[in-house]
């Protein structure tokens, strides 16, 4: 006869509840040598999917195997709470499409709707890793949207201001129109870029005194044709004047000549021979492009990035539409046309564009440059191309102004600290390694909601400053404290608002250097400073209720560097391990772990992602009702973490054999 595993399992849960058996063994080895685990937060935005369950599992049995050994630990769970994890199901619950529907509806019930859903879930993911046999201090996990872990984010971010680490920059960035806001590089992960196939273009532009010769040139993104200012050309690379059958000249790359059919090449020259020519822009009527480029004509510069695979050789150049453009205008000191607005709408002065959307627009310009004659030829072209990692909206690039912590100064500690933390498997040292050897600047600033309300002041003299604490805000408000705090009776329990928008919206200070009464900027944090601070903030002396970083340090050293954390390799780089590292290092200049355990993915039977949209997606409550908890706690325990684990019925149903 079978074992039914659920009804087993039932009874051992109730058993154990019963009988505080892991009140029990906490109560044995309190005050013993203590073994510090710290949890990477689960993000409560929905129940729990058996993917979950395999870091879950880890999780306890290191736990238990250390309790069992007779060590004290502190079994703390944690609740990844804020960002557009949450924004984004909050806004389809409401049926909102655009930041305006947030706005309109109340950016002050928004959020607290973003605080019930995580308060919901929280819950949910509670009682699921429960089932799961999981021992944890249920009562006290910690959350992200906590206030201890609000404000010692604004401490640290105080830190970096002072050590000048901080700073508001002007960049071209991904950009998820649909949520409105910047995506940073540590968010675009492999994953996330997809295969899709874009209309791509080969247009024509009139070389400047050579009558029928033009520069054929390539593109997959016809909406930043607007945007073109200059060409790069490779300078070693040989380029050719060709003639085509209609007595049209282009001039392309060489290895690209049999583009043009029936052609006669008339001269063989290198990219540098190049430079001295101008052309005729595509869109230089518009009158945003006019006043841009009033004082500039366009040109040909030398880039050695130029491509030898894709499109002509001859690279269409728009610094305010691409990074590698962006940078490249800051070299060569070229003008840059910024055509989106927020919404990704084209501003004024753009004509016909002007107000339509960035996807609406493809096709209107391709009519344009029918009708001017500089389509050569327009084809289907599939390639990898990132989207955004929450709504899975196609990225694009914007030039925008955001807020980064500096790398430079700090990257060599941060590898020197990375080399101090044990990686399990071996390889996680060289992967983090080459992410804090390669990485940019870490972009900070989110134009959302629901997060972390970045501490900066910024005055229109040109100053900014960073408060670090409640109580500098406090001491330094000038205006809206009665709005924030209790006192102006506008939260149940006469208790204050927690630090988030609208309510920390309304608290203005003076500016130090000119007096002038200033307002926090309106952006929140990127969600990877709510996770990062955790070795700080969730370390609450529980004799005085207080972050104890912030007061004696007593409880904390106690717990500082954490002996273990473990969490899915996939992402954790850029991300969780990262931010971990960085924070870690900039307040203490040491790692904030000894150990960092990672595990692969889970994937379906056959080996593919699991993916609702696909449906081979497996919920947890499904799963450990069919099959049991045991079942799948030995199939994770089983697995090689470095490898990917197929999960499956069948799989499992051989375990239980």
Known sequence: MDLNFPEVEKRILKFWEENKIFEKLRKKNQGKKNWSFLDGPITANNPMAVHHAWGRTYKDLFQRYKAMQGFDERFQNGFDCQGLWVEVEVEKELGFKTKKDIENYGIDKFVQMCKERVLKYSKIQTEQSIRLGQWMDWENSYYTMADEN???????????????????????????WRCGTAISQHEILTEEYKEICHKAIYFKLPVVSQPNTYFLVWTTTPWTLPANVALAVHPEFEYVEIKNEKGEIFILLKDKADLISEGKILKTLNGKDLIKLKYEGLFDELPAVKESLKEYQHGVILWENVSLEEGTGIVHTAPGCGQEDFQLSKEMKIPVINPLDDESRYLEGFGFLTGKHVNEVRDLIFEDLERKGRVFKIEDYLHRYPTCWRCKTELIFRLVDEWYISMEKIREKLMEVARTIEWIPSFGLERELDWLKNMQDWLISKKRYWGLALPIYECSCGNFEVIGSKEELKERAVE?????????????????????RPWVDNVKIKCSKCNEIISRIKDVGNPWLDAGIVSFSTLIDPETKKVSYFDDKIYWKKWFPADLICESFPGQFKNWFYSLIVMSTVLEGVGPTKTIFGYASVRDEKGEEMHKSKGNAIWFDEAVEKIGADPMRWMYARQNPADNLKFGYNVADEIKR
């Open 150 to 176: 609000n404000y010692s984010i604004w401490h640290f971010l105080k830190i970096c201001w002072q050590k000048g680490l901080l700073y508001k920059g002007r960049d071209v960035v991904p950009w998820c």
């Open 480 to 500: 809206g404290w009665d709005k924030f705090s209790a006192k102006g009776g506008s939260t149940s329990g006469g208790e204050d608002h927690s630090p988030h």
